[in-house]
C-alpha cells in the first residue's frame, strides 16, 4: 500500500493497494516507485499492474474531509476505502515509510469497543518499500496515475491553477495563481499556509486590492 498526494494544496490525497500472494508470477519488468517514472510510462504499467495483482484498488480522502479530520486522518480514511473495494482481506498490508497511519489508535485497547469500523489487517512499516517491495510499487503507480487524472478533470474547472501541470503541489505556477486568485473550495484551507491568509482577508475591506500571500515551501511531490 502506498499514498500520494500527502503533501499537496489542493486536491485528494489517494492511497493504491496492490494484493499478492506466494503463488504471484514475477512483477512487471520496470515497477518502480512512481515518481521514477515518465508519466507515459506509469500509465502504460496500470494494466500490466492490473494482470498481475489478485487484486487492486485505490481510496480517495477529499481536501474537505482532510480539512475535517485531518491529513493522517485522511490518509487512513482513503486507505480503508481502498482495502474495502477488495474480496481478499490482506493477511498484511505493507506500508511505505515508518509511520503506520492505516491503523486507527481506537482499535487498541478499550476505544475498540466502541469503535464503528472493523479492524485494519496487520501493518508492517518498510523504509523505502517502493523500491524493495513490487506491490508497493505497484500500488504507488496505481495511486499516482488515479489522482494524475482527476487533478487533470479538475484542471478544467480552475484552469489558472494549472494542476495539469503541477497536480495541486506546490510549483512556483500554482503559488502566483493562489496570490492572484486566492484558494478554491478544492484547496486545503485547513493547512496553515491558507488560515493565515484567511485571516488577514477576513480583516480586509470588500474593496481591498490586498493579495493572498502562501508560504513558498516547496512539497516534494508525493512525500
Not at 512487471?28 to 507515459?40: I, Q
Not at 495483482?53 to 485505490?58: C, N, P, R
Request: glycine share 8%; proline share 6%; net charge negative.
Amino acid at each position: 500500500m502506498d499514498e500520494v498526494g500527502r503533501g499537496a494544496l489542493a486536491g485528494p490525497v489517494s492511497v493504491g493497494v496492490v494484493v499478492i500472494d506466494e503463488r504471484t508470477r514475477t512483477a512487471p519488468a520496470g515497477v518502480k516507485d512512481s515518481k521514477l517514472l515518465s508519466p507515459r510510462a506509469r500509465e502504460a504499467m496500470v494494466p500490466r499492474v492490473r494482470r498481475w495483482a489478485l487484486e487492486h484498488a485505490v481510496g480517495h480522502a477529499s481536501a474537505a474531509e482532510i480539512d475535517q479530520i485531518g491529513i493522517i486522518a485522511g490518509l487512513r480514511l482513503a486507505g480503508r476505502r481502498a482495502l474495502a473495494q477488495l474480496t481478499i482481506v490482506p493477511d498484511l498490508v505493507i506500508l511505505d515509510g515508518n509511520h503506520d497511519w492505516l491503523t486507527d489508535p481506537r482499535q487498541e485497547g478499550l476505544l475498540a469497543l466502541v469503535s464503528d469500523q472493523p479492524p485494519a489487517p496487520p501493518v508492517r512499516t518498510m523504509i523505502k518499500a517502493d523500491m524493495k517491495c513490487s506491490s508497493v510499487a505497484a500500488a504507488s503507480v496505481l495511486a499516482k496515475v488515479e489522482r494524475d487524472s482527476i487533478l487533470l478533470a479538475l484542471h478544467d474547472q480552475h484552469p489558472h491553477y494549472n494542476w495539469a501541470g503541477n497536480k495541486g503541489y506546490s510549483a512556483p505556477d500554482h503559488l502566483a495563481a493562489l496570490d492572484e486568485h486566492g484558494p478554491c473550495e478544492l484547496h486545503r484551507r485547513s493547512w496553515r499556509r491558507f488560515t493565515q491568509a484567511d485571516q488577514v482577508l477576513d480583516g480586509c475591506d470588500a474593496g481591498s486590492d490586498s493579495t493572498l500571500t502562501v508560504e513558498r515551501t516547496s512539497v516534494k511531490e508525493g512525500a
